[in-house]
């Protein structure tokens, strides 16, 4: 029934199941014992080095200019002719588009037209009123002499008057007149459009040959911008925009260049945000220099604003932290657990308190550090710390082993050695 094993007699049957049983027991061992680290050690270590750190923001951002301005017509009519094409360098001043001036030419000259005629009459007038002026006056020394009626005074009088009025309202008709040719000879002028400023035509929304309508809203014909200096749009998220201040470091990568930083300074962050799928976004701002145009508009950068950093100084994992704050948790619930049962249901004793030591210092921590082949733990000063890695400011020497993880016995978990993370349920030895 069971092969070779049944032509064995009891006794050799009996002798291997124990040989069998012994190996399995010395498999187990090696694989709890000795199988734990690989290295027969139960935890994970790093090594404390010199190097680089930076704490930063980090979020994407999108290039526009920073001096730019769309350009209009302030009259409606035909776009007749365009004199520069999209990507065209253009100078303050220079000509860009002309619209259909026939309609403005028109009514220019016949406002001149009525100028003209106007200022005719008011010099036929002006001569009448001085001939009723000498009229008058005669009349009056005629009447004082009593050479002549009240009634031919009186005549005299009115004529000179009526004149004098009609001279004032020839020069009111006169200032209207130019008022609205001065208007016309405006929008005449307007059918030349000019570039109100140096730089780089970069969209044309409208054509050649195109009807303008500029009854409601000023038609856009092209939009000039001055692509020297580019400023960075960057959406910060709301759990990171408080972290910003105004003034701070800030560089980014492009694409194209990722081997390249730029730097530059934060000066604004929008007060309004934009929620996009129901994320909140701000809109933080910065200028860049690009003399040479290698930053185009709608650009992809990958920013960060860099909060502090600090050069050649020693540095461990982050998770070195996590493990020895772990681990003291773990020992003040065993230390609790103890004296509870000692002390009875009430707890800790009121000899056994302790008084408050005040608010702990932020930068102060507690690292396990292998000491003759033993994790023991040592205080430390940090500094300045990202989610990967802390400056040690003093308390640790390059090249001391700290430790930042522990292993789980091979088939703890399908019979995988895994290392554990801090936070999670961890499988200790006693330390």
């Known amino acids: ?21 012994s190996a399995l027991a010395l498999g187990l061992w090696f694989g709890f014992g000795r199988g734990a680290g690989g290295d027969g050690q139960p935890w994970v270590t790093a090594r404390a080095q010199l190097g680089d750190l930076e704490d930063s923001t980090t979020a994407l951002g999108t290039f526009q200019p920073r001096d730019f301005v769309d350009v209009g017509t302030q009259v409606s009519g035909q776009l007749r002719k365009v004199f520069v094409q999209i990507g065209d360098t253009v100078a303050e001043h220079q000509l860009l588009a002309e619209i259909d001036p026939t309609i403005y030419g028109t009514r220019v000259d016949a406002g001149r037209a009525q100028l003209q005629n106007l200022r005719a009459l008011l010099t036929e007038k002006q001569a009448q009123f001085a001939l009723a002026k000498e009229q008058y ?29 009609q001279v004032a309202q020839l020069r009111a008709q006169i200032q209207q007149v130019e008022s609205n040719l001065r208007g016309d000879e405006a929008n005449l002028g307007y059918t030349r459009v000019y570039a109100p400023m140096n730089g780089t035509v970069v969209s044309q929304p409208a054509r050649q040959g ?121 020992l003040g619930a065993q230390k609790g657990a103890r004296k509870k049962k000692d002390g009875g249901p009430g707890g800790e004793s009121r000899q056994d308190q302790k008084p408050d030591a005040g608010p702990k210092d932020k930068n102060a921590a507690t690292v396990l550090v292998i000491k003759g082949g033993k994790p023991e733990p040592r205080p430390v000063t940090t500094g300045v710390r990202n989610r990967v890695q802390v400056q040690i400011v003093s308390g640790l020497e390059a090249g001391d082993e700290v430790v930042i993880g522990f292993r789980q016995p091979d088939g703890a978990k399908g019979g995988a050695s895994k290392q554990s993370q801090p936070g999670a349920p961890m499988i200790r030895p006693r330390l």
């Open 1 to 21: 029934m069971f092969g070779p094993l049944a032509r064995l007699s009891p006794r050799t049957r009996l002798i291997a199941a124990a040989f069998g049983l």
């Open 137 to 165: 006056e005669r009349q009056g020394r005629m009447l004082r002499a009593q050479a002549t009626s009240e009634e031919a005074f009186q005549s005299a009088e009115t004529a000179w008057k009526t004149t004098q009025a």
């Open 210 to 330: 195109q009807t303008l309508n500029a009854s409601q809203l000023a038609p856009v014909i092209l939009r000039i911008a001055d692509l020297s200096t580019m400023t960075v749009w960057t959406q910060v998220s709301e759990a990171d925009v408080n972290k910003l201040r105004i003034g701070q470091d800030v560089y980014f990568t492009t694409l194209g260049q990722p081997d390249r930083r730029w730097w530059g300074n934060l000066h604004q962050i929008l007060p309004t945000p934009e929620v996009i799928n129901n994320v909140v976004l701000y809109n933080a701002l910065f200028d860049v220099p690009n003399p040479d145009g290698s930053l185009g508009i709608q650009m992809s950068a990958q920013v960060f604003f860099v909060h502090d950093s600090v050069k050649n100084a020693i540095l461990i994992p982050a998770a070195a932290l996590a493990v020895a704050e772990a681990r003291e948790r773990d």
